[in-house]
């Protein structure tokens, strides 16, 4: 089975504080996403990578960074977090197929 | 542009009624796919449809790929109260295996 592993389910910080997202997967697939999810906007885009040290933007990717230095990781950054960020961000793997497969999420609050 | 369409946003059913999410795009589609979100879970892909006029079924689940290829069904038979979630349709955003996800129909099953 593919797993992909995001390091927290819920995290709180403060605005402008720093935030690192942590997804890993262990199945040496190519491409990996970023995606925030809210009420009534659905599932959108924020970057993906698919290849180590590739990225491309996503349909939201203001405010946000992310790195990929390694395969298996791929990280979201929140450069100063804002309180328009608390969000469930989601992360997701694929290898060829189109099929994604996803972590259980971090839900972010920024107070 | 991309975007595709799904209708209702919300549906409200009895246990053991039908149920039926539509899934429309205004041009015309690679392949299809479905993912289904418990609450509080992260999306699991279900199936991909590529063929026109194609028909799978999944136990009491049956997803259809219209004749033009810009629309989608999903049908669930006598619905449990497992089947309690958000069905997404997705399509494909373009290169590198990135997703559009529709804004998915939220289901409630009433026991």
């Known amino acids: 089975d593919v797993k992909v592993t995001q390091s927290s389910r819920y995290l709180v910080k403060r605005t402008g504080e720093k935030v690192f997202l942590e997804c890993v997967q262990d199945m040496d697939h190519e491409n990996m996403f970023w995606y925030r999810q809210d009420p009534g906007l659905g599932l959108r885009l924020i970057y993906f990578?698919?290849?180590?040290?590739?990225?491309e933007k996503g349909d939201i990717p203001e405010g946000y960074s992310v790195s990929r230095e390694k395969k298996e990781r791929f990280s979201l950054i929140l450069e100063s977090a804002s309180t328009n960020q608390t969000s469930m961000y989601l992360c997701?793997?694929?290898?060829?197929?189109?099929?994604?497969?996803f972590g259980a999420g971090t839900r972010l609050s920024v107070l | 542009g991309q975007q595709v369409m799904q209708i209702p946003q919300y549906q409200h059913v009895q246990e053991g009624e039908d149920f039926t999410t539509y899934c429309n795009s205004s041009t015309t589609l690679s392949n299809i796919q479905w993912y289904k979100q418990r609450p509080g879970g992260h999306p699991v892909f279900l199936i991909q449809?590529?063929?026109?006029?194609e028909v799978k079924k999944q136990k009491r689940l049956t997803f259809q790929f219209g004749e033009a290829k810009k629309n989608s069904s999903l049908h669930i038979t006598a619905t449990q109260t497992t089947d309690v979630g958000t069905y997404f349709c997705?399509?494909?955003?373009?290169?590198?295996?990135?997703?559009?996800f529709g804004k998915g129909t939220k289901l409630s099953v009433k026991p």
């Open positions: 997701a793997s694929e290898q060829g197929g189109n099929i994604q497969y």
């Open positions: 449809l590529v063929k026109s006029g």
């Open positions: 990578s698919y290849d180590v040290k590739m990225k």
């Open positions: 997705v399509r494909n955003g373009g290169s590198q295996g990135n997703l559009i």
